[in-house]
């Protein structure tokens, strides 16, 4: 791979970093890029997860002492996320590039989906806040987070909305509660599938190092940037840019 393509990798990793820091979506951008230099489209997906976990793995370490008012909670729904992160890179790496390719327009429209009605499910979610009486349900809700874990080890756009969602639908807590929730299953939803993928040999590597380099860097310019950019000018910029990136890899089908 040529410095050109691997300089474009690494730009568009910045920019992810920016990105989630901000609003979200970061995969919306880098994932087309990464096809767009030459990787396959499972291949860019399993490089991505890869390449995107250091910045992860940085975010959660900063919030360490939050994750400790939560610790009785995660004991029992992180085993969930964790077998349902293994279970969805499983379901990838046993998809078949031409189904994979099919999928992809789908994959990534829906994301653009959950990154517009971000703000609405947001304000469901606080307006669900008081009036959930079954927050005992714990098979439903491990099942729940299960299966958004499963979507986020197959492709991972979006999934912060989507587990959310899940908390804000099946437990009575405050928002930072369900927060701090979302952001440490998330985090071990993609680091799972990303130590799954490491010894896969679908993992490009060179991309990855260059791309979790870039992350990090995106990540801290973002830190700085979130009081000076609105999330909701981003947010919409990368709808529509997704919408556009999704309408490109379907017309591609044949």
Not at 150 to 164: E, P, Q, R, S, V
Not at 181 to 202: M, T, V
């Amino acid at each position: 791979m040529s410095f050109l393509f691997l300089f474009f990798a690494f730009l568009a990793a910045v920019a992810a970093g920016v990105i989630n820091a901000i609003a979200g979506g970061g995969t919306l951008i880098t994932f087309p890029v990464l096809t767009a230099i030459g990787l396959s489209p499972v291949v860019a997906n399993v490089t991505n997860t890869v390449a995107l976990c250091p910045g992860l793995l940085s975010g959660a370490f900063a919030q360490r002492k939050d994750f400790q008012a939560q610790k009785q909670r995660l004991w029992k729904i992180l085993p969930a996320g964790i077998l349902g992160g293994i279970a969805g890179g499983l379901l990838l790496l046993n998809t078949t590039e031409r189904s994979f390719n099919i999928a992809v327009p789908f994959l990534i429209f829906g994301a653009t989906i959950l990154l517009g009605i971000q703000v609405p499910l947001r304000n469901w979610v606080i307006s669900r806040i008081g009036k959930i009486h079954h927050t005992k349900n714990s098979f439903g809700l491990l099942a729940l987070i299960f299966a958004a874990a499963i979507y986020g080890g197959y492709f991972g756009a979006g999934l912060g909305i989507i587990l959310m969602a899940v908390l804000g639908l099946m437990l009575d807590d405050s928002l930072t509660s369900l927060n701090i929730l979302k952001q440490a299953i998330s985090f071990c939803i993609n680091l799972s599938a990303a130590i799954y993928f490491s010894f896969s040999g679908k993992v490009d590597w060179l991309v990855a190092v260059i791309m979790a380099v870039g992350a990090i860097t995106g990540g801290a310019i973002g830190g700085k940037l979130a009081g000076k950019i609105k999330p909701e000018v981003l947010r919409w910029i990368i709808v529509f840019t997704g919408t556009v990136v999704a309408f490109i890899f379907w017309s591609r089908l044949k």
